[in-house]
């Protein structure tokens, strides 16, 4: 069930990290609980205000000193045919800079931003000069665990963060090389491995698939597993992602996950994990739990998506928050019994796409 106050944050809510910035985009935000109250960590994507017949956008050098590249929309050269990226001459540049900023609430609906806490990260580094992306959030005992996407010239990476009281931060820089994003840890160590999800992407051969990695101390990752790939002719068709943390339940490590068609069109799913063995897939999902059906989740900077990475559980019922078309932060529940209900076992999934049956 949606919020009914959706969206719960707009562009329009977020003041620029710096003078001459737009805020484009606030989106796909990392969800925690801390000193009693809801905290998310945001996505905020900004460039230039945009001059008649040109597109500028911002990128960092290695120290985090920021410069503005501007092209002529009218240049030869020049395709801008996706709203997230800029192309010229071969070189790919992304069309906003994003970094991360807290909000907090004590309803989980009202958020306004902290004044005693480190309010915004920004990239830093050769490999963040594009940015930071998506964060994940994940506490394990009393250290927050924070995966996030590292984008530069150099590719698109996974960075990690950790921190104690959301003040002082540990950069263990970047764990997963490129191409590799999506990823979020499980909330406690499993026959004494750490695991996560990720999401390398293949060229030519291979795909966008999400992988399971397991790990003695959440920097050195190994042991990997390609769990779960694309399914041509589903909603899930061209890439699927990982979303927050897995959630455990007596059927297993259930996880929702963001999956795209060939329209480029978002919706959310979930796969069920053995509880003891995460490499075995139980169940998944034929159809989309949520998908975009909302005008504030069908127009927008991106259209057409909703994506998530971070929720909380309270019992049977999962608090989502999500990004919605790439644009605004929104919110809804779910409910684990009937997320569960929902799913076909591996088993007949499997017959199902080799049949090529439909339900």
């Given at each position: 069930?949606?919020?009914?106050?959706?969206?719960?944050?707009?562009?329009?809510?977020?003041?620029?990290?710096?003078?001459g910035l737009k805020v484009e985009c606030v989106l796909n935000?990392?969800?925690?609980?801390?000193?009693?109250?809801?905290?998310?960590?945001?996505?905020?994507?900004?460039?230039?205000?945009?001059?008649?017949?040109?597109?500028?956008?911002?990128?960092?050098?290695?120290?985090?000193?920021?410069?503005?590249?501007?092209?002529?929309?009218?240049?030869?050269?020049?395709?801008?045919?996706?709203?997230?990226?800029?192309?010229?001459?071969?070189?790919?540049?992304?069309?906003?800079?994003?970094?991360?900023?807290?909000?907090?609430?004590?309803?989980?609906?009202?958020?306004?931003?902290?004044?005693?806490?480190?309010?915004?990260?920004?990239?830093?580094?050769?490999?963040?000069?594009?940015?930071?992306?998506?964060?994940?959030?994940?506490?394990?005992?009393?250290?927050?665990?924070?995966?996030?996407?590292?984008?530069?010239?150099?590719?698109?990476?996974?960075?990690?963060?950790?921190?104690?009281?959301?003040?002082?931060?540990?950069?263990?820089?970047?764990?997963?090389?490129?191409?590799?994003?999506?990823?979020?840890?499980?909330?406690?160590?499993?026959?004494?491995?750490?695991?996560?999800?990720?999401?390398?992407?293949?060229?030519?051969?291979?795909?966008?698939?999400?992988?399971?990695?397991?790990?003695?101390?959440?920097?050195?990752?190994?042991?990997?597993?390609?769990?779960?790939?694309?399914?041509?002719?589903?909603?899930?068709?061209?890439?699927?992602?990982?979303?927050?943390?897995?959630?455990?339940?007596?059927?297993?490590?259930?996880?929702?996950?963001?999956?795209a068609d060939e329209n480029n069109r978002y919706c959310l799913?979930?796969?069920?994990?053995?509880?003891?063995?995460?490499?075995?897939?139980?169940?998944?999902?034929?159809?989309?739990?949520?998908?975009?059906?909302?005008?504030?989740?069908?127009?927008?900077?991106?259209?057409?998506?909703?994506?998530?990475?971070?929720?909380?559980?309270?019992?049977?019922?999962?608090?989502?928050?999500?990004?919605?078309?790439?644009?605004?932060?929104?919110?809804?529940?779910?409910?684990?019994?009937?997320?569960?209900?929902?799913?076909?076992?591996?088993?007949?999934?499997?017959?199902?796409?080799?049949?090529?049956?439909?339900?």
């Open positions: 069930m949606r919020f009914k106050e959706n969206p719960l944050i707009k562009t329009s809510d977020i003041e620029p990290s710096i003078e935000p990392g969800v925690f609980k801390y000193q009693g109250k809801t905290w998310l960590l945001l996505r905020v994507a900004e460039r230039p205000v945009q001059k008649e017949n040109q597109i500028s956008f911002p990128v960092l050098n290695g120290s985090g000193s920021m410069k503005i590249i501007s092209f002529d929309t009218n240049d030869p050269d020049l395709d801008l045919s996706d709203a997230r990226l800029v192309k010229h001459k071969g070189i790919t540049y992304l069309s906003t800079i994003s970094h991360l900023r807290l909000v907090q609430s004590d309803d989980g609906i009202h958020f306004s931003e902290p004044t005693d806490l480190c309010a915004e990260i920004h990239g830093k580094g050769p490999y963040e000069t594009f940015g930071i992306e998506d964060c994940r959030v994940t506490q394990i005992n009393d250290t927050f665990y924070l995966t996030y996407t590292q984008v530069s010239e150099n590719g698109v990476g996974v960075g990690l963060m950790e921190t104690r009281d959301w003040v002082h931060f540990e950069r263990k820089g970047m764990i997963l090389p490129p191409h590799n994003k999506d990823c979020s840890l499980f909330t406690e160590k499993i026959n004494d491995n750490y695991y996560c999800f990720h999401r390398p992407s293949g060229i030519d051969i291979g795909g966008n698939f999400i992988w399971l990695a397991s790990s003695k101390n959440l920097t050195h990752w190994g042991n990997q597993t390609c769990l779960i790939k694309t399914r041509p002719g589903y909603w899930d068709s061209v890439r699927i992602g990982a979303g927050a943390a897995p959630i455990k339940t007596e059927r297993g490590w259930l996880s929702i996950y963001h999956g799913g979930a796969l069920l994990l053995d509880l003891d063995d995460p490499t075995k897939v139980v169940a998944r999902s034929e159809a989309p739990i949520f998908e975009p059906i909302e005008e504030y989740e069908t127009c927008g900077f991106f259209g057409n998506v909703v994506f998530t990475n971070g929720h909380l559980v309270n019992g049977d019922t999962i608090s989502m928050y999500y990004g919605a078309a790439d644009e605004v932060i929104c919110g809804a529940t779910l409910s684990i019994s009937e997320i569960l209900h929902s799913l076909k076992s591996e088993v007949v999934s499997k017959i199902i796409t080799r049949l090529n049956i439909n339900f």
